[in-house]
């Protein structure tokens, strides 16, 4: 697949169709791949890199990109549609400034979930059916594949392009996936147990900020939180603000805009499943005004912003959830 | 050397959180480690080292500096600060037991820091040898040996034994308040698996990063690299890197009213955020290229600059683990060095 996409990559510069690629450059090791801006055929051999560990969702990096002197062309994963058509819906990116080669994905690998197996020493992993061998400095390491696959991987909804130009391969279909499941193990715990689960969760937060900033739908200029006339500003976990505000702030912000990209959780720190409070507003969504996909399509309207008189009322609200 | 067997740990432990608080690194359920204050039953990780690091004890992320409460005209000064107890911290790498180095020249030169130097005071590091150093250490980049940590007292595994070796007087006295429950043993296999990770130590992929090209006189070689926008073009702005560094040492005050009082705040800042440094006629850094690039500047270039040539980082490898898009001061270095 890589050569396939150097090839293409090489070939669109060469005819003139674009002027720079994005895409995701080898680093020292066989997982640390950097999102890079590629504006040659020698940069493209020297370091363009697609593989198992090429997780990084580059639609956000088009906000900026697309801004710039002549086309770029991008390589998205499924899932980065998702996010590329619901920026453009919501008119960040400029389209015509953006060639999109759709690429398939059969999932990605994720070097931190492999070190929390008590694995260091990562010196390669390949993929071998369902299981994942770890080449280490202390000898070679098996393990199975979903103990080795980021957690947006394993519950992935979709294998199909929502947005490209051309493709490099097949296209593939909506999958019925399981990721609602964890959230359904949520609402059938007590109050008490949920209010016990989010707080020792949340309570790792550092208010880094990362999940904030890699989140295609936390694309505003100047963000609440970083602006010191709001007078909520805020550059560190104090007053068990996190817990109780901050991750519940920005996931009804992003409600019904969030397309369950899962790069929250990908590059939480501190392991943060943020991607459930996500998958709760979406699956109320899909309940209460029927089934939606955020960037599914560039032209529908949100149900959270739109009005129909089959709108549940908001005493919805005293009718669910009280124990 | 002294000695106490692995298995006697929570016996050991257990003296030692009955004289002041222990903190050990421990298992988090999600398989990283994290510094957890001891209770009986708990467990040294295996992991080789905690997310967070040992910095957080001495300069915690959040603290209150003074409370002012207001009566009338009059303005009452409170000092906040309760903590007087000692404390020890156990199992602290050598990479992070270096920082306290680099931390030390910043917080206790004139004017020192009394809160840090408080804990400073307070606080015990027993660190522990490297035996399964990870892909990411450098630590070696800058002169630290990972199978001799620095510290206040330092331990050596063999995989059956724990031996104890004191650094300075306040490690001594650590090892005498626990000496009832210590042994002579012999170090012939200590040896043997000292030689055995000082040899992985030299196969480590970063083993040959070297900091030559990089000191206190490479200001105007460095600062208008043309490399910094590639380097810094996929950079989120976050404060992640900034935030597990066990070096970075930046950070924020601010005076909240709360109603009823006013009370002055101290957090960690982070030179990736857009308000860092921010002052009355605006920001110094207006483009994440002028935040990242100050970032590694400091640590590479301004800090030995300032402090006899030590460099500001340890080669811990958090920030390679850890930053959401895997650019990082090696990847800096490596560029930066290219001609």
Not at chain 2, 197 to 214: D, G, H, V, W
Request: contains cysteine; glycine residues 6%.
């Amino acid at each position: 697949m890589q050569e396939a996409m150097i090839s293409k990559a090489k070939a669109l510069l060469a005819d003139g169709t674009v002027t720079r690629v994005i895409g995701w450059k080898r680093g020292e090791f066989v997982y640390d791949v950097t999102p890079a801006v590629f504006e040659s055929a020698q940069e493209l051999d020297e370091g363009f890199v697609y593989d198992d560990f090429t997780a990084a969702n580059v639609s956000k990096y088009l906000i900026k990109e697309s801004r710039k002197e002549g086309k770029i062309l991008c390589f998205l994963k499924p899932c980065d549609t998702y996010s590329f058509n619901q920026l453009i819906k919501e008119h960040r990116i400029i389209r015509e400034n953006v060639y999109i080669v759709g690429i398939p994905s059969d999932g990605k690998l994720d070097a931190e979930k492999i070190k929390s197996k008590g694995i260091t020493g990562i010196l390669s992993a390949q993929r071998d059916g369902d299981t994942v061998k770890v080449e280490t400095l202390y000898g070679i390491e098996t393990l199975p594949l979903a103990d080795a696959m980021l957690e947006k991987c394993l519950s992935c909804k979709s294998k199909k392009h929502v947005i490209y130009d051309e493709l490099i391969g097949e296209d593939g279909e909506v999958i019925d996936s399981d990721r609602f499941d964890m959230v359904e193990k949520l609402e059938n715990m007590t109050a008490e147990e949920r209010f016990e689960f989010w707080r020792s969760e949340l309570s790792k937060c550092i208010r880094c900020n990362a999940c904030r900033n890699v989140c295609p739908a936390c694309s505003c200029e100047k963000c609440v939180f970083d602006n010191p006339q709001s007078g909520v500003e805020n550059k560190a976990p104090a007053d068990s603000f996190e817990e109780n505000m901050f991750h519940i702030i920005r996931a009804f912000h992003v409600a019904g805009r969030c397309t369950d990209c899962g790069e929250c959780s990908r590059v939480c720190p501190q392991n943060i499943p943020l991607h459930l409070l996500n998958r709760k507003f979406i699956k109320d969504i899909n309940s209460l005004y029927g089934e939606y996909q955020a960037g599914e399509d560039t032209t529908s309207r949100s149900p959270l912003t739109n009005y129909d008189t089959e709108d549940c009322e908001p005493k919805i609200v005293h009718e669910r959830g009280v124990e | 050397m002294l000695k106490i067997a692995i298995d006697s740990l929570g016996e050991l432990f257990g003296k030692i959180a009955s004289a002041q608080t222990l903190y050990i690194p421990a298992d988090r359920p999600d398989g990283e480690a994290e510094y957890r204050k001891y209770e009986p039953g708990m467990k040294l990780t295996g992991r080789l080292n905690t997310v967070r690091s040992a910095k957080d004890f001495f300069f915690p992320q959040t603290e209150s500096l003074v409370d002012f409460k207001v009566e009338g005209k009059n303005i009452e000064v409170i000092d906040p600060r309760k903590e007087c107890e000692d404390f020890v911290v156990f199992g602290v790498r050598a990479c992070d037991a270096r920082s306290f180095t680099i931390l030390d020249k910043v917080f206790l030169a004139d004017p020192v820091d009394s809160y840090y130097k408080n804990r400073r005071d307070h606080g015990t590091i027993v660190t522990m040898a490297c035996t399964r150093p990870a892909e990411t250490c450098f630590c070696g980049t800058f002169g630290i040996d990972a199978t001799a940590p620095e510290g206040d007292a330092a331990c050596f595994s063999d995989g059956e034994s724990i031996f104890f070796k004191a650094n300075n007087d306040k490690g001594q006295r650590f090892i005498d308040s626990i000496s009832s429950l210590l042994e002579e043993g012999d170090t012939a296999k200590l040896d043997e698996v000292q030689s055995k990770t000082r040899e992985i130590l030299k196969k480590l992929p970063l083993a040959a990063l070297s900091t030559e090209n990089f000191g206190g006189d490479k200001l105007n070689e460095y600062f208008n690299s043309d490399k910094w926008g590639e380097l810094s073009e996929s950079c989120l702005g976050c404060g992640t890197c900034t935030f597990v560094c066990p070096t970075c040492q930046c950070y924020d005050i601010k005076d909240f009213d709360t109603g009823h009082g006013i009370k002055r705040f101290r957090c960690w800042d982070s030179c990736m955020y857009s308000d860092f440094t921010k002052m009355a006629h605006g920001n110094p850094r207006l483009t994440q290229l002028e935040r990242f690039r100050q970032r590694f500047m400091h640590k590479l270039v301004y800090f030995p600059k300032n402090n006899d040539g030590e460099f500001g980082c340890v080669g811990c490898g958090r920030c390679l683990s850890k930053c959401p898009i895997s650019m990082n001061i090696v990847k800096v270095m490596k560029a930066l060095e290219e001609k």
